[in-house]
């Protein structure tokens, strides 16, 4: 399996930013996918997954309600729509696959990073 996340950027505090992964690979018919992050000196985060084929999303608490994570099955993509960015949020983000809910990540794209100033 192989990710690519693309899309970040230097924004201001308050505005939005969406991240994009291209997932493609030898691909099972159930997977998740997700976003992970890691600020400069802090151990990696999960922030949200979504399950391909299902649907169902998990978020972070600390993103909960100005995140929103989707997929578009036909073109085999993910998304991270992300609202009222806070300087909290800079951090490189990295899409992630594991092959169902409760398994470890395993496959990873190299990260995109976002910058959010004050």
């Known amino acids: 399996v192989q990710l690519q996340a693309y899309g970040g950027g230097l924004v201001q505090a308050g505005e939005s930013l969406r991240v994009s992964c291209a997932v493609s690979?030898?691909?099972?018919?159930?997977?998740?996918v997700g976003w992970l992050r890691q600020a400069p000196g802090k151990d990696r985060e999960f922030v949200a997954s979504?399950?391909?084929?299902?649907?169902?999303?998990d978020y972070a608490d600390s993103v909960k309600g100005r995140f929103i994570i989707s997929k578009d099955n036909a073109e085999n993509s993910m998304y991270l729509q992300m609202n009222g960015l806070t300087p909290a949020d800079t951090a490189v983000y990295y899409c992630a696959w594991k092959s169902s809910l409760y398994a470890r990540w395993k496959f990873w794209g190299q990260g995109t990073l976002v910058t959010v100033s004050s």
């Open positions: 979504i399950s391909w084929s299902g649907g169902r999303t």
């Open positions: 690979g030898r691909l099972f018919a159930t997977y998740v």
